[in-house]
């Protein structure tokens, strides 16, 4: 394992538990019509996702919520007969959303939506040969605030999991022999058996060199992950620290792609926002890895993920991302996919002299 870093089943877990990364945030577009799940989720600035009662085993379970104005949850009904219980329990969470607040030519305006919870999931995670994968990392989407709280464990020696709250999408963290994958979640399923491809391709992180003629590195500091961006190409627009991070922006020269790079301890979420995967027609993961002896101590290992999709648009998104900093684009046309893409894969790391 990674000994120059926190090990990984551990900066995963906290990772995933202090990311602090608003879990929605653009308004609703339409708002004379009943919202759908997905709209909702996609509206929301705030997200709280329903305990089922014991006894009780939904697969999914909907409500529909009246919004105020002001943003506020103002009524929730029950539009398909959910027993006492389950409707007490996910009127309780929807009353906890919130969405931004609306004015039309001064006159305020409240909508209706439809919110639909999942139920747990159980499963297995084996190898294609069936064997049960052993400590992979298993975790639903972020479901409550503040901290930001996300259901997460590992599977035990059988391979098994249980996921209280997987909220939209599950991610399967595995160690250095599979890769990364990541499913949506549907009203279905209450099961999984989940078949993990063997580790194949990498993103390796070389120790950086000296920069190329004509290319610019930015990072935080003089050591830590880098990257070496194209001077001529893009236009390098470097941010300033806030607090514990620093975001720098790199624009395409041709239309209003960018991408965005974050540095700083736990400065980015280690796997992209819900609606990356749901709103993709394919997506695909690979781990991370740092060669032995790159750090001092060090056995190398896998460090984070890299992540990629392709929208009904045509367009891509990607994010790369290892402990808590990285590079990410979204909705990139795919001529400058392949600009920002070279950028992503010049990932370095300089050790820290220090330790």
């Known amino acids: 394992m990674f000994h120059g870093l926190v090990p990984r089943v551990r900066l995963v877990a906290l990772s995933l538990a202090l990311a602090a990364v608003s879990l929605c945030q653009s308004a609703p577009k339409d708002l004379r019509n009943v919202l759908s799940n997905r709209e909702a989720r996609n509206a929301a600035t705030y997200i709280e996702e329903a305990t089922v009662p014991p006894g009780l085993h939904p697969t999914a379970f909907t409500v529909r919520i009246s919004v105020g104005a002001d943003g506020d949850v103002k009524d929730v009904s029950n539009p398909d007969s959910l027993p006492d219980a389950l409707f007490a329990a996910a009127a309780d969470a929807a009353r906890q959303w919130r969405f931004p607040s609306d004015r039309d030519r001064g006159k305020p305006r409240g909508f209706e939506a439809e919110i639909t919870f999942h139920g747990p999931i159980a499963g297995r995670v084996t190898a294609k040969d069936g064997t049960p994968v052993v400590g992979v990392v298993v975790s639903g989407s972020e479901w409550k605030c503040c901290p930001t709280q996300r259901d997460s464990m590992t599977t035990d020696k059988s391979g098994s999991f249980h996921i209280e709250h997987p909220g939209t999408v599950l991610h399967f963290l595995p160690r250095d022999s599979f890769q990364p994958q990541s499913l949506v979640v549907t009203p279905q399923i209450s099961t999984l058996n989940v078949i993990l491809d063997p580790a194949g391709p990498s993103l390796s992180l070389a120790a950086c060199g000296v920069p190329q003629r004509g290319f610019e590195r930015i990072g935080w500091g003089k050591d830590g992950l880098q ?26 020269k041709n239309g209003e792609d960018r991408i965005e790079f974050w540095f700083g301890p736990y400065a980015m979420n280690s796997t992209p926002d819900d609606e ?37 648009n045509g367009k ?31 990932a370095c790391w300089i050790p820290d002299p220090k330790h």
């Not at 190409?233 to 790199?250: A, F, P, Q, T, W």
């Not at 891509?316 to 392949?338: F, H, K, L």
């Open 227 to 252: 990257f070496d961006v194209p001077q001529h190409e893009v236009s390098l627009v470097r941010g300033k620290v806030d607090v514990d991070y620093v975001v720098h922006i790199v624009k395409a």
């Open 276 to 312: 990356q995967f749901v709103g993709s027609e394919t997506f695909a993961a690979r781990n991370v890895v740092m060669p032995r002896g790159l750090v001092r101590g060090s056995e190398g290992g896998v460090v984070g993920s890299d992540v990629w999709g392709r929208l009904p």
């Open 316 to 346: 891509t998104w990607r994010q790369m991302a290892i402990v808590g900093e990285g590079a990410r684009y979204r909705d990139v046309s795919p001529e400058n996919a392949v600009l920002f893409d070279r950028i992503i894969n010049s």
